[in-house]
């Protein structure tokens, strides 16, 4: 009878942590800009930061637009199914993109391992350029986060609110 109960308890146990959501440690509200050849959108946003996973939410007209989960080396979003980094990079941004690089620019951290990295007075800013493959400016200064690839026509945005 005790090893019963036992096995119910952690049964329930089991099922229960399933449904606990996910703890983000920073919350920010943002004017999010996400443009590449294949998807635009740009409206005000959440930027959820936790321990492993950065969330970023897109709202039009005060209804969820888009919604982006980086963790683990995956990228899901609310259009396509769950997918490697490295997969997501090569369709949506560009194959030469490093794992992680979303994750960081989101997150306003270097990228690249801070190559062409330089410090300003509020935050920082890189320059990378590799021949046919990307033409980078990253700027990070304030609450304003700014990527732009010009060969691959990327931008991304992200200024954040009071």
């Given at each position: 009878m005790k090893k019963y109960r036992f096995l119910v308890l952690l049964l329930a146990l089991i099922w229960i942590s399933g449904c606990v959501q996910r703890v983000y440690t920073k919350q920010n509200s943002a004017l999010i800009v996400f443009k590449t050849p294949t998807y635009r959108y740009a409206d005000m946003g959440f930027i959820y930061e936790g321990k492993e996973e950065i969330k970023v939410e897109i709202y039009s007209s005060g209804k969820p637009l888009t919604s982006m989960k980086l963790s683990g080396g995956q990228v899901c979003m609310n259009t396509l199914q769950c997918m490697p980094e490295s997969?997501?990079?090569a369709?949506?941004?560009?194959?030469?993109?490093?794992e992680g690089l979303l994750r960081n620019v989101f997150g306003g951290r270097a990228i690249f391992d801070?190559?062409?990295y330089t410090t300003t007075r509020n935050g920082f800013t890189q320059k990378l350029y590799q021949s046919g493959k990307y033409d980078i400016e990253y700027t990070?200064?304030?609450r304003q986060?700014?990527?732009r690839d010009t060969i691959n026509d990327i931008l991304?945005?992200?200024?954040?609110?009071g």
């Open positions: 997969s997501f990079n369709r949506v941004l560009s194959r030469h993109y490093p801070k190559e062409g990070v200064l304030n986060i700014v990527f991304i945005k992200v200024q954040q609110q």
